[in-house]
Every structure is written in C-alpha cells, then in structure tokens.
T-cell receptor
C-alpha cells in the first residue's frame, strides 16, 4: 500500500515566523509532489509543486524535495494569520498511473 | 474563465434516494476524479477517468456510479446503496501533473 504521511498537528506558529510542514512517502518511484492549502469548508487549492531534488521558491513559499530520504517539505516564511489552514501533501507515482496519493493533512494556525 | 464547476453547492437527500452531483470543466483536461472528504479526514478516491467513455473504481466506489460521455463532464451518482453518504464531495481534473478542484458539493442525508 503506497502511503503518504503527514503530522496532523495542529501546528501553531506566531505571526511573522517560519512554518515548516513535512511529508514522507513510501513509493520510491514517485515523480511528482504537490502541496495544497485547504481552508475550512473549502476545496483544496494548489500552492506548490516540485519534481526535482532540491528547493523551489515561490514568494513566501519554499518546497523542498529529498528523493533519497523520501520526504518533501513546505516552508512558509513570514507566516500570516491568513495562512491558517490545513495543508495537504500529494504524491504521484511513476508510469501511467494518474492517481494522486494524499496525506491526511497538517492543520496550521498562525497567531497574531 | 476556465475552471471546474460543481453543482449544487449544497444537496439534501432523503433515505433511499439516488442523487447526482454535477462536475463540468472547460480546461480541456483529460483526467477527472471524484473524492469524498469526511470531517477531519483526508481525500478518498471514489472514481476516476483518464479518457472519455472509460473510468476506473477508486478506493471507495461501492454505492457510487459515474459516467464519462463527454470530455467536459463527469457526473457522480450517489445511490441508495451508499449507507453513509453525508460528506463533502470534490471533483478534480488534470491535464499533465497538477490537479485542480471544483468548489465542492456538501451532501447531507435528511
């Protein structure tokens, strides 16, 4: 059973701090990695994707991928109260399998 | 504007009724998915389709049915065989790697 694991949280950080969210996956052949943000009662929104080892930065967000250790992380710099949400990690395997494997999500609260 | 439209936003079903949730996309995406999300839970895959006139069962297909007669449309029917249908239903589509979601349908059994 291919799995994606995340700490459920809640993770609480003060406004302006760096929030660090982690995700591990079991399928060593995984090729594509995604972070989605989901506000309460709303649908998930894609905020970052990464396909190669290393860091990828987009504004206040940085995704980090380490395929050897099978983890992917999301850093949120200068955290804002509006970042308070659940963050879902999703992983896609190799080949023609178009299914995404989802983690259960990490709840993040940013305190003013 | 391109996007994925789910309707209705809220749906109430009586015991023993079948209901159909609509999902339409104008993104020209080949693959479409239906997920169920329960409170505090992750996304569970119900059905997915990679091409018109073809679809596959996901992890929790029992009590659900789908069709894919057009590229743009992937409706989900929740049948009376689904014993606990109250949940948040999400439709998604993908062309290459990234998936995008509709706004969801919240189904409640009354």
């Amino acid at each position: 059973q291919k799995e994606v694991e995340q700490n459920s949280g809640p993770l609480s950080v003060p406004e302006g701090a760096i929030a660090s969210l982690n995700c591990t996956y079991s399928d060593r052949g995984s090729q594509s990695f995604f972070w989605y943000r989901q506000y309460s009662g709303k649908s998930p929104e894609l905020i970052m994707f990464i396909y190669s080892n290393g860091d990828k930065e987009d504004g206040r967000f940085t995704a980090q991928l380490n395929k050897a250790s099978q983890y992917v992380s999301l850093l949120i710099r200068d955290s804002q109260p509006s970042d308070s949400a659940t963050y879902l990690c999703a992983v896609n395997g190799a080949g023609n399998n178009r299914k995404l494997i989802w983690g259960l999500g990490t709840s993040l609260g940013v305190n003013p | 504007d391109g996007g994925i439209t789910q309707s209705p936003k809220y749906l109430f079903r009586k015991e023993g009724q079948n209901v159909t949730l609509s999902c339409e996309q104008n993104l020209n995406h080949d693959a479409m998915y239906w997920y169920r999300q329960d409170p505090g839970q992750g996304l569970r895959l119900i059905y997915y389709s990679q091409i018109v006139n073809d679809f596959q069962k996901g992890d929790i297909a029992e009590g659900y049915s789908v069709s894919r007669e057009k590229k743009e449309s992937f409706p989900l029917t929740v049948t009376s065989a689904q014993k606990n249908p109250t949940a948040f239903y999400l439709c998604a589509s993908r062309k290459d790697r990234e998936a995008f979601f509709g706004q969801g349908t919240r189904l409640t059994v009354v």
